[in-house]
């Protein structure tokens, strides 16, 4: 064998080589490979709607409100926090809505004699925001059974819904609280990737 066929082998070796490097970093950046992993922590993200402008005071709101009409702050992580919990390429979120008295104001207890409505909204865009009619409730059994709305009374007490999301690719999600009266809401959730 000469010189440059030794030298045109090795040559064809190293670009095969650099060729079949470049083509499985480009399959595990985009994520066509699998594999069983681990679960882990990234893999769930809790999101507290009506967060004040610090990390440290998340609140109940004590009035009708959207969670996205909110002072924008920036969280620990460095995220800016816009009202809404982003969602997208969630596999699963669950919801949660709590209605009582939280005594989050940390003015003494707040009456809890009234009515309190909550609506989930979400987005494609995390703009333009349409009501979501499909949460679906631990003791459902039916696919008929899908709500649009649910309503706490003159009690303390959380309910949970998962939301059917159907092969939507949501991106966002906002809580909408309507207050009958008096009392203290929480809207919070965490979404499985």
Known sequence: ???KTKI???????????????WFAGQLT??????DEPVSVERFKNYEFFASTTATSFTATSTSATSTNIIQWIDSSGRVDKGYMNIAG????????NRGDNNLSG????????TTKFRLQ????????NYFEK???ATTTSVNDRIASTTISAATSTLTYGLDLDYHPFFALRCI???FDDGEHRCYATAEY
């Open 30 to 35: 985009l994520g066509n490979l699998t594999k």
């Open 8 to 22: 045109f082998i090795i040559a064809s070796f190293l670009i095969g080589l650099i060729a079949g490097g470049i």
């Open 122 to 129: 979400t987005s494609f865009d995390g703009v333009t925001w």
């Open 177 to 179: 609280v309507i207050e």
């Open 135 to 137: 949460l679906v409730s």
């Open 107 to 114: 003015e003494g207890a707040q009456a809890n004699t009234g």
């Open 90 to 97: 969630a596999k699963k979120v669950e919801v949660y809505f």
């Open 1 to 3: 064998m000469n010189k």
